[in-house]
């Protein structure tokens, strides 16, 4: 092979000079908007008389925030959001490699220590140590941490009402270059518990004069996405909680860059992969114009992105492992600083050690099978995720905005005021995850009635009291345990008509919604009915023909409800399931009808 240095030899092939695309005619919006209006008048969407320019609204999505998720981003769009304050280090093959922070609750100190080590053995870099009555006890801090080089790798504590306790107990353990986090958020642990504790101030006076490498505060957005949040409350809630231990530290006689440093910032990273790209590169320049205003010559954010703890599911927890791996790599694009990323069992109990293994690999094969950090902001100059990231900053900063001018963070909790803002938001997603426009896989989409769950020993509690813990998967995950616990399993008739062609979409598209509640679903002709609840299952052309027939046999044969899968109204027939109908309603009524108390 001729070296690609050489100019080739007489008898090498030359390729003609081409520019790309050359031979298509220059795409214009107005064309794609004529071409795009065709389509939607096929599908009934759109109309001769919709206007060109409001073809594009027939297609546009908003975020809970409001902000308008378009279909196609051009130049047009773009806007110049870089969040990123440093360029790459000369020389530095992984300019953005992230922090593998892997978390530990179990409260066997002697049993922690053992997954530390393992852990930091095989590919995480930083501990996420839970202490206190969600986790190890204080007392058992130092058994926990032994064996672990606290100058390598950084402990980063979680104690809630015990944050001081623990402090004081990790600091008499750590030397001057011990690097970490003492997870001190008085305004997180207000949300989270509903209890008010003071800032420790005194503490990070002393971390900022003894230990460089050590931060004080954790200013944790987690608590109010997990309460049904949006991304711009939970980035404004954050900033807001952010000021306020700017101000309370600078009152206390640090500069404002010692402040600043003493702050690190923890949101979660889902499985909409566009808008957590967006939310930490949000999250940067909001904290940029803070900092900045504030006079601070440091005006980065260091970001610790942690997997939804709302997202998880309990039900097939295995797809947990393919929603982390999204909100991972969206947190890796996004800039984050530290990962976590939530063993698949989570929700069951105390994840095992296959489990962990699992979860800090996802970083690994990113990190380096994938190449991902090799890039500083992969997603720069991208029309949709730049319009998008200034976008939720916009957002937020007017929510930030509205807390501040509600008196600020700890009274805007104390009133209700984040709590029904959260509420609102939180309903409006219930809605779609209802209606399964916001699917769950393995749950509200694809369930397995057969399933055998892990068995996991049981976590401790988390803290609770303050803002409601909410997650994706409630409504339907109590549903199937509610018919889990029936001494036999409820059941829906499929009554088909026609061929199998026919009716085996409409017949799938029921089982799958009746199974998503934990109703086994058995198929046959409305003659092979024999009592309960039925659902006529076939296409339109027979239900013409057929349904009202059909209904009046079911009827005859004991039904107590007869559901159509479709559309249309027909004599006997008391309902319609159809793709976006309110799956938990219909679901409840149909455990009713079977004789389950819901």
């Given at each position: 092979m001729t070296p690609r240095s050489h100019a080739p030899d007489k008898g090498s092939l030359t390729i003609p000079h081409m520019e790309l695309a050359a031979a298509f005619p220059q795409a214009e919006r107005e064309r794609w908007r004529e071409l795009l209006k065709g389509v939607l008048r096929k599908s009934g969407a759109a109309t001769e008389d919709t206007p060109l320019d409001a073809v594009e609204d027939l297609l546009t999505r908003r975020s809970y925030d409001g902000v308008p998720i378009a279909p196609l981003y051009t130049?047009?769009?773009?806007?110049?959001?870089?969040?990123?304050?440093?360029?790459?280090?000369?020389?530095?093959?992984?300019?953005?490699?992230?922090?593998?922070?892997?978390?530990?609750?179990?409260?066997?100190p002697e049993r922690t220590r053992e997954a530390i080590l393992a852990d930091l053995e095989n590919g995480a870099t930083s501990v996420w140590l839970a202490v206190g009555a969600a986790g190890v006890p204080v007392s058992g801090l130092g058994e926990a941490l032994r064996g672990v080089h606290t100058d390598l790798a950084?402990?980063?504590?979680?104690?809630?009402?015990?944050?001081?306790?623990?402090?004081?107990?990790?600091?008499?353990?750590?030397?001057?270059?011990?690097?970490?986090?003492?997870?001190?958020?008085?305004?997180?642990?207000?949300?989270?518990?509903g209890v008010t504790t003071p800032t420790p101030?005194?503490?990070?006076?002393?971390?900022?004069?003894?230990?460089?490498?050590?931060?004080?505060?954790?200013?944790?957005?987690?608590?109010?996405?997990?309460?049904?949040?949006?991304?711009?409350?939970?980035?404004?809630?954050?900033?807001?909680?952010?000021?306020?231990?700017?101000?309370?530290?600078?009152?206390?006689?640090?500069?404002?860059?010692?402040?600043?440093?003493?702050?690190?910032?923890?949101?979660?990273?889902?499985?909409?992969?566009?808008?957590?790209?967006?939310?930490l590169r949000a999250a940067r320049r909001l904290w940029a114009r803070v900092a900045s205003l504030s006079g601070a010559s440091d005006t980065t954010a260091r970001i610790h992105?942690?997997?939804?703890?709302?997202?998880?599911?309990?039900?097939?927890?295995?797809?947990?492992?393919?929603?982390?791996?999204?909100?991972?790599?969206?947190?890796?694009?996004?800039?984050?600083?530290?990962?976590?990323?939530?063993?698949?069992?989570?929700?069951?109990?105390?994840?095992?050690?296959?489990?962990?293994?699992?979860?800090?690999n996802t970083q690994t094969l990113l990190l380096e099978e994938s190449s991902l950090a090799r890039v500083v902001?992969?997603?720069?100059?991208?029309?949709?995720?730049?319009?998008?990231?200034?976008?939720?900053?916009?957002?937020?900063?007017?929510?930030?905005?509205?807390?501040?001018?509600?008196?600020?963070?700890?009274?805007?909790?104390?009133?209700?005021?984040?709590?029904?803002?959260?509420?609102?938001?939180?309903?409006?997603?219930?809605?779609?995850?209802?209606?399964?426009?916001?699917?769950?896989?393995?749950?509200s989409e694809f369930p397995n009635l057969a399933e055998k769950l892990p068995e996991r020993e049981e976590a401790p509690a988390p803290l609770s009291g303050g803002l409601p813990q909410r997650t994706y998967a409630q409504d339907y995950e109590a549903l199937r345990d509610l018919a889990d616990a029936q001494p036999v399993r409820p059941k829906v008739f499929l009554a088909t008509l026609g061929p199998v062609a026919v009716h085996t979409a409409r017949a799938s598209f029921a089982a799958n919604l009746f199974q998503a509640g934990g109703i086994e679903t058995v198929t046959g002709a409305p003659e092979e009915f024999d009592g309960g609840v039925a659902v006529v299952c076939s296409s339109d052309k027979l239900y013409a023909e057929q349904a009202e027939t059909a209904a009046k046999t079911l009827k005859e044969r004991g039904a107590v409800r007869v559901w159509l899968a479709g559309k249309g109204e027909y004599a006997g027939v008391d309902g319609n399931?159809?793709?976006?109908?309110?799956?938990?309603?219909?679901?409840?009524?149909?455990?009713r009808d079977l004789g389950v108390t819901v």
């Amino acid at each position: 092979m001729t070296p690609r240095s050489h100019a080739p030899d007489k008898g090498s092939l030359t390729i003609p000079h081409m520019e790309l695309a050359a031979a298509f005619p220059q795409a214009e919006r107005e064309r794609w908007r004529e071409l795009l209006k065709g389509v939607l008048r096929k599908s009934g969407a759109a109309t001769e008389d919709t206007p060109l320019d409001a073809v594009e609204d027939l297609l546009t999505r908003r975020s809970y925030d409001g902000v308008p998720i378009a279909p196609l981003y051009t130049a047009e769009e773009a806007v110049a959001s870089r969040p990123f304050a440093t360029a790459p280090r000369d020389g530095d093959d992984d300019p953005a490699r992230w922090d593998v922070r892997q978390r530990h609750a179990d409260p066997l100190p002697e049993r922690t220590r053992e997954a530390i080590l393992a852990d930091l053995e095989n590919g995480a870099t930083s501990v996420w140590l839970a202490v206190g009555a969600a986790g190890v006890p204080v007392s058992g801090l130092g058994e926990a941490l032994r064996g672990v080089h606290t100058d390598l790798a950084p402990v980063v504590l979680d104690a809630g009402p015990q944050t001081r306790q623990a402090a004081e107990a990790f600091l008499a353990l750590a030397g001057p270059a011990s690097l970490g986090n003492l997870g001190a958020d008085p305004l997180g642990l207000a949300a989270r518990t509903g209890v008010t504790t003071p800032t420790p101030v005194d503490l990070a006076q002393r971390v900022a004069a003894e230990f460089p490498g050590i931060r004080t505060f954790a200013v944790d957005g987690t608590v109010y996405h997990d309460a049904g949040g949006s991304d711009a409350q939970e980035l404004g809630a954050v900033l807001a909680a952010a000021v306020v231990y700017l101000r309370e530290l600078t009152e206390a006689g640090l500069s404002v860059d010692q402040a600043a440093a003493q702050l690190e910032f923890r949101y979660a990273a889902h499985a909409d992969q566009f808008l957590t790209i967006a939310k930490l590169r949000a999250a940067r320049r909001l904290w940029a114009r803070v900092a900045s205003l504030s006079g601070a010559s440091d005006t980065t954010a260091r970001i610790h992105a942690v997997t939804s703890s709302a997202m998880m599911t309990r039900r097939d927890p295995w797809v947990n492992m393919l929603r982390t791996t999204v909100a991972c790599f969206a947190a890796g694009v996004g800039g984050a600083d530290a990962v976590t990323v939530q063993p698949f069992d989570a929700r069951i109990g105390l994840p095992d050690a296959f489990s962990r293994r699992i979860a800090r690999n996802t970083q690994t094969l990113l990190l380096e099978e994938s190449s991902l950090a090799r890039v500083v902001d992969p997603a720069g100059g991208s029309w949709y995720v730049e319009q998008l990231t200034e976008q939720l900053a916009q957002a937020a900063w007017t929510w930030f905005t509205d807390l501040e001018k509600a008196g600020g963070l700890a009274a805007a909790l104390e009133s209700g005021l984040v709590e029904r803002e959260l509420a609102a938001t939180w309903e409006r997603r219930r809605k779609d995850l209802a209606r399964r426009k916001a699917p769950l896989t393995g749950v509200s989409e694809f369930p397995n009635l057969a399933e055998k769950l892990p068995e996991r020993e049981e976590a401790p509690a988390p803290l609770s009291g303050g803002l409601p813990q909410r997650t994706y998967a409630q409504d339907y995950e109590a549903l199937r345990d509610l018919a889990d616990a029936q001494p036999v399993r409820p059941k829906v008739f499929l009554a088909t008509l026609g061929p199998v062609a026919v009716h085996t979409a409409r017949a799938s598209f029921a089982a799958n919604l009746f199974q998503a509640g934990g109703i086994e679903t058995v198929t046959g002709a409305p003659e092979e009915f024999d009592g309960g609840v039925a659902v006529v299952c076939s296409s339109d052309k027979l239900y013409a023909e057929q349904a009202e027939t059909a209904a009046k046999t079911l009827k005859e044969r004991g039904a107590v409800r007869v559901w159509l899968a479709g559309k249309g109204e027909y004599a006997g027939v008391d309902g319609n399931v159809f793709a976006g109908c309110n799956a938990i309603e219909v679901l409840e009524g149909t455990l009713r009808d079977l004789g389950v108390t819901v």
